[in-house]
């Protein structure tokens, strides 16, 4: 007899190792989504200007939390945007102080408001070594921007170019590569068995790059780094669902209002916010790995930065599929939530 489907199924509450926020009207419109159902989130710095120093990320953290609906259990770990003029010290002090969680390393030009990013990653030696002596992950994003590199490869091309070199010289520097959408990336991750770890997006463990460009462009699932071939997808989602502890959901959720999408040259970041979790059990559930949900949204993150498991649980429920809103207003105009494309039966219980 065919066991029953799973219909119910119990966790440790989440938390988002890579979520954008933004500031002002579009905060306060999306932080409920990511609150309703993640405890922590590692927020992004990319805002305008950037989160750069200590005194800047302490700001930035009292509006999230002046943002939060009232009863909202949630608590964000900021991170630091990492310029050529980064001064080590300020660094440690925010670290000390429990102000940073994590320092982001954008290099310049890679994507969304990172033209204060790095581009000569010696100029940022001092402040990597001060990081390694004080346990403090650095986060990066791994892409470079040499136009003449096409925009498929720079993944790639950055492990071989700029990561590996950082990690020769700095053995001892806790480093999570962000939102990795190749096979290259998820290799050069299981054969490193120190300091290195990757948080894996929902939205590339279900789109490829045919969903974006095949019978019409395709703004909502354009972002950075840009979604790969289908087998870099596969590879993808055996990482997440492996248990693999050095694995682990980074949402990079990013909202984007409409007409800055759906204009001739529109903005990368794709709104997951909403219905992450409801994607990430139907994959699971596909995968015939429920089991190992728990592992990539709940454990192997809070363990790789060191802080303690969630105590509270969230319930999925297994039903009709869920109906979640296709767009969210933001004040800064209508965002567009996620379509994965397929039903969703998973329902997280608030
Ligand atoms: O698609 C992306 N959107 N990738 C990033 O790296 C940044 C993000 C954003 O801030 O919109
Ligand atoms: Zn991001």
Redesign the pocket.
Known sequence: MKPKATSRLTIRRPDDWHL?LRDGAMLAAVLRESARHFARAII?P?LVPPVVTAEQARLYRNRILAALPSGANFTPLMTLYLTEETDPEDVALAHADGIATAVKLYPAG????SGSGVRDFDRIRPVLDRMAEIGMPLLV?GEVTDSEIDIFDREAVFIDRVLKPIRKKNPDLRIVME?VTTEDAVDYVRDTHRNLAATITTHHLIINRNHILAGGVRPHFY??PVAKRERHRIVLVQAAVSGDPRFFLGT?S?P?ADHAKLAPCG????FTATNTLSCLAEIFEAAGRLDKLEAFVSINGANFYRMPLNDDRITLVRGEPVIYPATIESGEGTVTVFDPGFPLHWRAET
Do not use: R
């Open positions: 954008h992004m990319n890679a994507t969304t408001n994003h939102h972002c950075l990079d990013a984007h903005c990368a970041g794709i």
